[in-house]
């Protein structure tokens, strides 16, 4: 099976929409399998859900004020409780400057 990738756009605050698709998924019998957070201006989220979550999905986080293109790669839903795996592509609009991190110095 496929990978679903999904993309959103948002103007809720990163870490509140972040938090909202994390308790989300996890509402919906899914899970997180890893996060990329690219600065303040863009999430990857990869994900595990059931396939008949993801409309739920969708509707849910558009509901919530975060834009969520419609899902491809689903195809013909043979079994609803089969587990697939999906990113979710979320980009923050926003007017802040770039989230800056100080790394520390290593000594040695």
Do not use: C
Request: aromatic share 6%; charged share 25%.
């Amino acid at each position: 099976m496929a990978i679903v990738m999904l993309s959103a756009v948002t103007r809720v605050e990163r870490k509140a929409a972040t938090s909202f698709v994390f308790d989300t998924v996890n509402r919906l019998g899914g899970w997180i399998d890893d996060t990329r957070m690219y600065s303040n201006l863009m999430n990857t989220i990869r994900l595990t859900l059931p396939a008949s979550a993801f409309a739920e999905l969708v509707t849910v986080l558009t509901e919530a004020g975060i834009a969520v293109d419609p899902p491809e790669g689903l195809g013909e839903i043979r079994d609803p409780a089969a587990e697939r795996m999906a990113t979710l592509q979320l980009t923050f609009i926003h007017d802040e400057p770039d989230l800056k991190r100080e790394i520390p110095a290593v000594p040695g």
